[in-house]
């Protein structure tokens, strides 16, 4: 399995970017599908943002499209998902995960919270 840790929460007020950050330990980074999914209180995870292997290929929420923007870093085996324009709907917790064939790993999950 892929051991994944997310950073880069925190408390934002309306408007306001973040950006998190998912570093992998696995040394074939290259091959894998990354991306994030959020978990509000009293709701279901959700789909935030993917990126295929090579990078090339993005797909995102309809919520987040035009805000949000996922990238990944080979040097360091880092997913990025840059966040603008937050919203208070937006709060969650961010899970970043890994696809590594047809094993999905999570990380621990990094607190997002846009309030004034």
């Known amino acids: 399995q892929v051991q994944l840790v997310e950073s880069g929460g925190g408390l934002v007020q309306p408007g306001g970017s973040l950006r998190l950050s998912c570093a992998t330990s696995?040394?074939?980074?290259?091959?894998?599908?990354m991306g994030w999914f959020r978990q509000a209180p009293g709701k279901e995870r959700e789909f935030v943002a993917a990126?295929?292997?090579?990078?090339?290929?993005?797909n995102y929420a309809d919520s987040v499209k035009g805000r949000f923007t996922i990238a990944r870093d080979g040097a360091v085996n880092t997913v990025y998902l840059q966040m603008n324009s937050l919203k208070p709907e937006d709060t969650a917790v961010y899970y970043c995960?890994?696809?590594?064939?047809?094993?999905?790993?999570w990380g621990q999950g990094t607190q997002v919270t846009v309030s004034s």
């Open positions: 990126l295929n292997w090579s990078g090339d290929s993005t």
């Open positions: 995960y890994a696809d590594a064939g047809t094993v999905r790993s």
């Open positions: 696995g040394r074939t980074f290259r091959s894998y599908a």
